[in-house]
Structures are given as C-alpha cells and as structure tokens.
C-alpha cells in the first residue's frame, strides 16, 4: 500500500480517469526535493478563479513554485505541475501526518476557485476524478483527501477550499474510486445530458399502441406508457399470484373432503 518517492504516474493516472490532462513543461523535474512515503492529498482553493498554471509551477513573489503538484482549472482540466514536493500545506496537523511535514507526504491540489464563487459541475466532479485516482494508484480510501482547512486551519487560520462540504465531497470520490459516479453520462457535456434526458423523459411519456390482438385477430386498441405497460403487467402478475394462491387452498380443502370422504369409505 502506499508509494515511496515521486509520484511520476500522476498524468497516467488522471488521462486514465477521463480527464483531459496537460503535462506542463518540465513537470518531471519540478520539485523541491523527493517526497517521501506518499499519505494522501490536500486540497486546496488558489483564491483567484482565473490564477492560471504557470503560478503554481512558478510560484509567487512570496513563495517558490512549484506550490503544487496539479492545478485544476473551472472547466476541469488538470495540468500536472510537478513530480517533487511543493510548498502548499505549510503548518498545521492532521491525525497520520507528521506535524508541520505534509508537503513531503501529500500531493497538493490548486483548483482555481477565490472560494465563494460555489464550484461548477465540471469543476467538482474533475476535482473528485483526480482525488479518486491518485487515492486508487496509492491504494488509498477517500478518507486520505483533507482539506487544507482541515489540517491548516488552526494553526495558520486557512479556510480553502471554500464552499466544499469535505464530507460530501469524500463520499464522491469514494464513489468514484469504486466506479459508482455518474457512469458514461458524467462524459457528457451538460448539454448533451440535458439532450439525452429530454429524449428519455420524451420516451417514457409516449403512450405506445398495444400488439395484443384477440382470437378473432382483432386489434386491441388499448394504448399507454412504458411505464404503464410496466405497472399494467405488475398489476396483473399480482392478481394472478393472488388467483393461484387462492386456487391452492381451494384445492387443498377439497383434497381434505376427499380423504374425510374416503377414510368413512374404508371404516
């Protein structure tokens, strides 16, 4: 379980997960140093929506980059950053990490967000997919995904991402780790769902003409729904289970006449 070292797989990983991903530069060789046993990810906010990639390579007139290791921009696209350790946890603590050492053993995430603006659908579910398949490379569950806020909070009074239920936010990526998001249609623009989900709707509304004709070859002229015919035929498996129940125990009261009458026969 685990991983010692660089997670060198990490745009393997994410392509893997269907996310459309963009290998920066120089990403193999951007790193303060050498992670050491990987324990999970920290998530973060950047504060701006549009803070581009090049920042978190780069870094800031304050901070060296690389501050993280993949940025994660608003229509969800991943551009792995850095290979080696980057400055994005700073102080703080969380149960399993050492105090103040989160950046040797965790991946940083920047999705670019200033934290108040809530999170698109695009943005959310490729934030779940990148947590969810490093989280399965490491062999990990979702509950190695903590947010900054959770292990800088207190000590450096970091409170990104913002507007990120993490237990929720946990619970999808567990989902998504055991495949169970969304299936095909999470690939499918937000358009092309709305499209397929009038199409469906459109469907099960149309009241289809029955194919049922009688001995004389006429044709019913009864019409419903999918779902009509689905509930028309539940309806009547049950009044037939309820006939079939209630001709057995006709069946048996009149087996036991016949053996009262049988058994007087031979006395």
């Known amino acids: 379980m ?3 070292g660089d997670p060198v ?3 393997d990983v994410l392509r893997a997960e269907g996310l459309n991903v963009v290998e920066a530069p120089g990403w193999r060789d951007r790193g303060h140093g050498d992670f050491r046993e990987i324990w999970g990810i920290v998530c973060h906010h950047t ?3 549009r803070t581009p990639a090049s920042e978190i390579m780069y870094g800031t007139a304050a901070l060296e980059g690389p501050l993280s290791q993949v940025h994660l921009s608003q229509n969800g696209t991943a551009t792995v950053c850095a290979v080696g350790v980057a400055w994005h946890a700073g102080y703080g603590s969380y149960p399993g990490l050492p105090e103040d050492g989160a950046n040797q053993h965790t991946i940083g995430i920047e999705a670019a967000n200033n934290g108040e603006e809530g999170w698109s659908d695009a943005q959310y579910w490729a934030y779940v997919k990148v947590c969810a398949a490093i989280c399965r490379k490491l062999g990990y569950g979702a509950d190695r995904v903590i947010a900054h806020k959770e ?3 207190r000590k450096q009074g970091k409170w990104d991402p913002g507007l990120l239920d993490m237990n929720r936010f946990r619970a999808d990526v567990q989902a998504q ?6 299936g095909f ?3 499918l623009s937000e358009e092309k769902q709305n499209e397929l989900y009038n199409l469906v709707t459109k469907e099960l509304g149309y009241r289809f003409q029955s194919r049922y004709k ?3 070859g006429r044709q019913s002229d009864y019409r419903d729904s999918l779902v009509g015919y689905v509930l028309e035929t539940d309806r009547k498996v049950e009044s037939f289970d309820r006939w079939r129940r209630a001709k057995d125990e006709r069946d048996k ?3 036991a006449k016949l053996d009262a009458i049988l058994a007087k026969l031979d006395a």
Do not use: K, P, T
């Not at 780790?177 to 969304?182: A, D, F, S, V, Y």
């Open 2 to 4: 685990g991983w010692n």
């Open 214 to 216: 009688d001995e004389l």
């Open 177 to 182: 780790i055991e495949n169970r998001n969304g």
């Open 151 to 153: 292990w800088a909070g």
């Open 9 to 11: 797989w990490l745009a």
């Open 47 to 49: 504060g701006g929506s």
């Open 185 to 187: 249609l999470m690939a």
């Open 253 to 255: 009261a009149l087996d």
